[in-house]
């Protein structure tokens, strides 16, 4: 049986949490000129970002 892990999606632009769901949406609201890119990391980055895991990664 293969290990879950937890995956914490960010902007590479402005180092935002992202929601799972819309995280090209906020790239093309606030990052028109950039490329569709994100980052993957398995933990999170800022403190407060473990608190809104629940909310934002659902």
Same mark, same amino acid.
């Given at each position: 049986? $293969?290990?879950?892990a937890? /995956?914490? /999606?960010?902007? &590479?632009?402005? @180092?935002? %949490? %992202? @929601?799972? *769901?819309?995280?090209? =949406?906020?790239? !093309?609201r =606030?990052?028109?000129? =950039? $490329? *569709? !890119?994100? /980052?993957? !990391?398995?933990? $999170?980055?800022? &403190? ?6 629940? =909310?934002?990664?659902?």
């Amino acid at each position: 049986m $293969p290990a879950v892990a937890e /995956i914490y /999606i960010y902007c &590479p632009y402005c @180092d935002d %949490l %992202l @929601d799972c *769901q819309d995280f090209q =949406k906020h790239i !093309r609201r =606030k990052h028109r000129d =950039k $490329p *569709q !890119r994100f /980052i993957v !990391r398995q933990h $999170p980055t800022h &403190p407060v970002d473990a608190e809104n895991v629940g =909310k934002v990664a659902g």
